[in-house]
């Protein structure tokens, strides 16, 4: 349906304006009429030039899709119809590419289309845990409890994702302003010195000479320097997409000191809330192994979690296989090795994430306390460094003086 904006005046005198979606321009004077509008000016929204251009359309979050779960899990729970929730929803929505999706997968319930299927039409919002945990709740009935668990889920995976950007913002900023700082010295200030030094013609101490050849050579070969690290950046991204350079990239983070641990926790955590929901809302286990396999973001837990998939196939349980892959820590296999054997495996998976979620929190506090005084001495260090060695000279003549 087409989109007019309006301007006009309450009863009170006071100017409103805005759009309103209907048919025609007699639609939106009847909706306007029932709002106590008067004078209203009445024009179609003009086109956006830049609607169609994907790098200009709006890009759906993971909190637009909680959002989305949630008021679509009270409302079914209230007992609305699908259709005439998803209207609804589509109307609020201020998202335009959310909301273009939302009237697509509207228009689709109503042809008779399941809500599952329809979702798996936009694998980019939706991804194959949705769809399934969705596909699970319209046949057995529970639609509502299941996006309730679903939103629920949404919201402790978007807050420990939070928790780890967070974390990293700091070094990373730091990072970042050191480097400037770095780039801004070796180009600006030390050809200066460079220049004053020459003219006392005597020998540069070490630590001086090697700050000014290091600043001459960047300034030499910086317009080679930086199409090589976006050279270097591609053929990275290039190696990581290919099966093997996935794999050893991954295997290489997840064994590493000290990162490595955090992201080990960060995979037990999302493995186990993942399979743990998808248990619960009834999908069977064989489906619920092949999209937490997928959706894992470390190709070595995902191909540890296909193995297991292939074990229980065979019929064998499912610790014995984690245990295997030697990726997943005693403590959790052992659990869950326990929760299958009373029948209790989803439940048993729900409480080892919850513990996972807390060991997470503290080793991205113990990982931001540990960063903070190491990036004040790598700054110190390089700043009071460079300082020290471009005064060098000027201590040595003034002794000699």
């Known amino acids: 349906m087409p989109i007019y904006v309006w301007k006009g005046k309450n009863i009170h005198g006071e100017k409103r304006k805005g759009q309103i979606e209907a048919i025609d321009e007699v639609g939106v004077r009847a909706h306007l009429k029932r709002l106590?509008?008067?004078?209203?000016?009445?024009?179609?929204?003009?086109?956006?030039?830049?609607?169609?251009?994907?790098i200009f359309k709006p890009k759906v979050t993971g909190k637009d899709v909680v959002i989305f779960t949630r008021q679509l899990s009270t409302m079914i729970d209230a007992g609305l119809p699908l259709v005439q929730c998803l209207q609804i929803l589509a109307r609020q929505q201020s998202?335009?590419?959310?909301?273009?999706?939302?009237?697509?997968?509207?228009?689709?319930?109503?042809?008779?289309?399941?809500?599952?299927?329809?979702?798996?039409?936009?694998?980019?919002?939706?991804?194959?845990?949705?769809?399934?945990?969705?596909?699970?709740?319209?046949?057995?009935?529970?639609?509502?409890?299941?996006?309730?668990?679903?939103?629920?889920?949404?919201?402790k995976a978007m807050a420990l994702q939070k928790r780890i950007k967070g974390a990293m913002t700091y070094p990373g900023i730091?990072?970042?302003?050191?480097?400037?700082?770095?780039?801004?010295?070796?180009?600006?200030?030390?050809?200066?010195?460079?220049?004053?030094?020459?003219?006392?013609?005597?020998?540069?101490?070490a630590p001086t000479q090697i700050v000014v050849n290091l600043s001459r050579?960047?300034?030499?070969?910086?317009?080679?320097?930086?199409?090589?690290?976006?050279?270097?950046?591609?053929?990275?991204?290039?190696?990581?997409?290919?099966?093997?350079?996935?794999?050893?990239?991954?295997?290489?983070?997840?064994?590493?000191?000290?990162?490595?641990?955090?992201?080990?926790?960060v995979?037990?955590?999302?493995?186990?809330?993942?399979?743990?929901?998808?248990?619960?809302?009834?999908?069977?286990?064989?489906?619920?192994?092949?999209?937490?396999?997928?959706?894992?973001?470390?190709?070595v837990i995902e191909r540890a979690v296909l193995r297991v998939s292939a074990s229980i196939a065979e019929g064998r349980p499912i610790a014995e296989p984690l245990e295997e892959s030697g990726v997943f820590p005693p403590m959790v296999v052992q659990m869950i090795n326990v929760g299958e054997s009373v029948g209790a495996l989803d439940t048993m998976l729900e409480k080892v994430a919850d513990f996972y979620d807390e060991e997470v929190d503290q080793a991205?506090?113990?990982?931001?306390?540990?960063?903070?005084?190491?990036?004040?001495?790598?700054?110190?260090?390089?700043?009071?460094?460079?300082?020290?060695?471009?005064?060098?000279?000027?201590?040595?003549?003034?002794?000699?003086v």
């Open 364 to 400: 991205v506090d113990n990982l931001t306390a540990m960063i903070e005084p190491f990036m004040m001495v790598f700054l110190g260090g390089m700043i009071g460094g460079l300082v020290v060695a471009m005064y060098l000279p000027i201590f040595k003549i003034a002794s000699v």
């Open 174 to 205: 730091c990072l970042a302003i050191s480097l400037l700082i770095l780039a801004v010295i070796l180009i600006f200030v030390v050809p200066v010195f460079d220049k004053m030094f020459a003219d006392f013609g005597s020998t540069l101490p």
């Open 95 to 155: 998202n335009p590419t959310f909301k273009k999706v939302l009237l697509a997968i509207q228009s689709d319930v109503e042809t008779g289309t399941t809500l599952a299927d329809s979702m798996r039409k936009h694998p980019k919002i939706f991804d194959n845990l949705y769809s399934n945990m969705i596909e699970a709740g319209e046949l057995g009935g529970i639609l509502d409890t299941i996006l309730s668990r679903l939103a629920t889920f949404k919201e």
């Open 36 to 54: 106590r509008i008067e004078d209203a000016v009445i024009k179609p929204k003009p086109k956006d030039l830049f609607e169609n251009i994907a």
């Open 267 to 299: 995979a037990v955590s999302k493995f186990t809330r993942t399979l743990s929901t998808m248990l619960q809302s009834g999908v069977p286990i064989l489906d619920a192994l092949g999209v937490v396999a997928r959706t894992a973001g470390n190709k």
């Open 217 to 265: 050579g960047f300034k030499s070969y910086i317009l080679y320097v930086i199409p090589a690290v976006v050279v270097l950046i591609w053929l990275f991204k290039k190696y990581y997409n290919t099966e093997k350079g996935r794999l050893q990239v991954d295997n290489t983070i997840l064994w590493s000191p000290v990162v490595g641990s955090l992201v080990r926790k």
